[in-house]
């Protein structure tokens, strides 16, 4: 029965989102920071905040990237979604079950697979830069890329990551940073440094998307270039 209702979260899931981002027109800014890489057969790491993921979802879907999913009950569900969008999963974070969800992230990064990881999830503190993706970043040698999403108008859940949804019709803006490598013989010291680094760095991609004091609300015109805004009933990528 449990599986079942997993199940039904997943197909449900799947249509809410595909059919709530056919409504609206997507912005991505700086998708050359991991498409050269792509082209030079380098995988890499995305890297945002727990409460931007949705638009991503939709944006990234089919494209076989794994992802770090808690192992908390709750995390089955965001699981099964993934899976119904062409995401895989390893289950595991900082807080439970984190050297099983490594050990996965690992094996897939091995196999050729994108990763991506909500560094400040499964439940907080918002927006800390928690090390999960930096030692991630660290043994498996593949470059981090930051990303901030922004919408015109968006719904937050009363959740400790101000859980964003867009609205019907809003326009979503997504921006990507460039490519962040952790040496190998980094320590305790420099991980500390470099998790400071990328909070400040997915701060400023937060204000170029966009994002303000409304937490991934608009608070300045962003830009609507014709060029690079797309409907969904064309695929964004």
């Not at 808690?70 to 089955?76: L, T």
């Not at 807080?95 to 969800?101: A, E, F, L, P, Q």
Request: glycine letters at 12%; hydrophobic letters at 40%.
């Amino acid at each position: 029965m449990k599986d079942l209702k997993f199940l039904a979260a997943g197909a449900l899931g799947q249509g809410l989102v595909g059919g709530l981002f056919t409504t609206m027109r997507c912005t991505r800014v700086g998708r050359e920071h991991y498409e050269d890489l792509h082209r030079a057969g380098q995988r890499v790491i995305f890297v945002l905040w727990h409460g931007q993921m949705l638009p991503l979802v939709h944006y990234h879907r089919g494209e076989g990237i794994v992802c770090l999913v808690s192992e908390h009950a709750d995390g089955e569900y965001i699981t099964r979604i993934l899976q119904r969008n062409g995401f895989g999963t390893a289950r595991g974070s900082s807080t439970r079950g984190g050297s099983k969800g490594l050990r996965q992230l690992l094996r897939a990064a091995r196999n050729g697979k994108d990763l991506a990881v909500t560094p400040d999830g499964p439940k907080g503190p918002r927006h800390v830069f928690k090390p999960g993706a930096l030692v991630a970043s660290q043994l498996t040698g593949l470059p981090m890329i930051p990303i901030a999403v922004g919408a015109s108008a968006a719904w937050h859940f009363d959740s400790w990551d101000r859980f964003m949804v867009p609205r019907p019709l809003a326009r979503v803006r997504i921006v990507y940073g460039e490519p962040v490598w952790v040496p190998r013989d980094a320590d305790d010291a420099a991980l500390a440094e470099l998790a400071t680094t990328m909070e400040a760095r997915l701060a400023a991609l937060g204000l170029e998307a966009g994002n303000g004091e409304s937490d991934g609300v608009w608070t300045r015109a962003a830009d609507t270039d014709e060029a690079t805004d797309r409907a969904d009933g064309a695929d964004p990528r």
